[in-house]
């Protein structure tokens, strides 16, 4: 029972665009939304995260967007750097659920 | 150190030994998790401690598997019997108190090799 799906697994973009990955989620229970940013041989490290009373939430060049009735979200990197390489996991939770959640991740290559 | 540090790094065990895994979490975070990331695949959940509460288990994929945390601060996971399907990287995370509003911060993981 996969409650957070990524359904693309790898997403190539070119340096200066804008890279869009998006994440789906089951649960209705689920209140607070959160993005990962995994490098190889390191542990994945918090990006940023939405709480389900808000439908955007932005820092810097990484914005999330949330809709709850799709149960959808998705992070926006605009510019994308070279640095920004790396697998990137959505992760959600909420009442009822507590544990932490995550999609399947998706590899972001950012060409220069 | 003001990380979740886990030891060791790498391990590399024959089929059939058991091993254990450990994690020092931020001090003063009540929560604790234990994930496992095998090749190509996601982050899967195994088993959740918050504060004196009963541990969420409901991750945990056989009853060679086990983890206890002591003192509400470091935790061991153990494998007993290992099998080839058991090597992937172990993470753990922890965080101020469960994951309502505050994020869970990750060790570097241990890579368990069994051969």
């Known amino acids: 029972d996969q409650q957070v799906k990524q359904n693309s697994p790898s997403l190539s973009v070119q340096e200066g665009r804008i890279s869009i990955l998006n994440c789906d989620y089951t649960n209705s229970m689920f209140d607070y939304f959160l993005w990962y940013k995994k490098y190889p041989a390191e542990g994945p490290t918090f990006l940023i995260s939405?709480?389900?009373?808000?439908d955007k939430n932005e820092d810097g060049r990484f914005t999330v967007f949330l809709n709850k009735s799709a149960k959808h979200l998705s992070l926006h990197i605009v510019p994308s750097q070279p640095g920004d390489s790396a697998v990137y996991f959505c992760a959600a939770t909420g009442q009822g659920a507590q544990k932490l959640v995550f999609g399947q991740g998706t590899r972001l290559t950012i060409n220069p | 150190g003001a990380g979740v540090s886990q030891s060791p790094s790498n391990k590399v065990t024959e089929k059939g030994k058991d091993v254990e895994l450990r994690c020092d979490p931020i001090?003063?975070?009540?929560?604790l998790y234990w994930y496992r990331q095998s090749l190509g695949q996601g982050l899967e959940f195994l088993i959740y401690f918050q504060g004196n509460s009963a541990p969420d288990k409901s991750g945990l994929p056989s009853d060679r598997f086990s983890a206890e945390r002591t003192g509400g601060s470091v935790s061991t996971l153990t494998i007993q019997r290992t099998q080839q399907e058991d090597s992937a990287v172990y993470l753990c995370a922890s965080s101020l108190g469960g994951v309502g509003n505050t994020e869970a911060f990750f060790g570097q993981g241990t890579r368990l090799t069994v051969v």
């Open positions: 001090s003063g975070h009540t929560a």
């Open positions: 939405i709480s389900s009373i808000k």
